[in-house]
């Protein structure tokens, strides 16, 4: 199973550390490519055309997309779109808040399954949820 | 000619008036199919299912995307990913700000033509360019 977990980088890393708690999470299910998201640092080495083959190579060879979708980001709506149109499974969680409603592209699209939680414990049934509902 | 303006809505919208005068630039050149982007008073009637229905609509009918991308959003990320995905010429607008870098997944696609302006003068000259360099 490959997991491509997509997570906030230069919209704002005020979530990297929830990233990194969910990516030990979604590694109980399959190989998260997209590791690095939820590392304390990012690699500012390559440059953005080399980032970009990356990931979309990454997002072909994945199975499904979990995107965490608190903070707002023009890369992860990206993959979550193409993701989409490639007929990918996409799930979103994002953090219960009252100053941001989640996008109305993800909370209305059908093809996406949004999931909103408070607690890290809570995310992390949600992802338990996802897996034993995918099998 | 048939245009898709993309800019955020729940993202934020303080770069709202820059997206109106933006939208008006284009009206010259074509039908901007998404012109409630840049009003002052987004309604919040129809429900994301609709909003995402009838967007998804306008982005399979028009010819072209035009993103203003200065503010994080997931939902423009989410339209680009999706024109990308879909072959769409995609062309996107972001205003110099030392505190934000644009996302590689936008910067770094060979498919996208990313242009930077600080006042909306200039934004208007490449949004002429684009259309010269269209015909």
Same mark, same amino acid.
């Not at 199973?1 to 997509?6: D, E, V």
């Not at 005020?14 to 550390?17: G, I, P, V």
């Given at each position: 199973?490959?997991?491509?977990?997509?997570g906030s980088i230069?919209?704002?890393r005020? +979530?990297?550390?929830t990233y990194n708690q969910l990516i030990d999470e979604l590694k109980k299910f399959g190989d998260v490519l997209t590791e690095h998201v939820g590392s304390s640092e990012i690699s500012s080495e390559?440059? +953005?055309r080399e980032i970009h083959r990356q990931d979309m190579q990454w997002l072909k060879e994945a199975n499904l997309l979990i995107g965490e979708v608190t903070t707002p980001s023009?890369?992860?709506g990206y993959e979550i779109g193409y993701a989409v149109a490639m007929g990918k499974p996409v799930f979103c969680l994002h953090q219960k808040k009252e100053e941001k409603a989640l996008s109305a592209m993800l909370n209305g699209d059908p093809a996406i399954k949004c999931f909103e939680y408070a607690e890290i414990e809570e995310a992390r049934a949600i992802i338990q949820n996802i897996f034993t509902n995918l099998q």
């Open positions: 199973m490959n997991i491509y977990f997509s230069r919209g704002g005020q +979530d990297a550390k390559p440059t +953005d023009h890369g992860v």
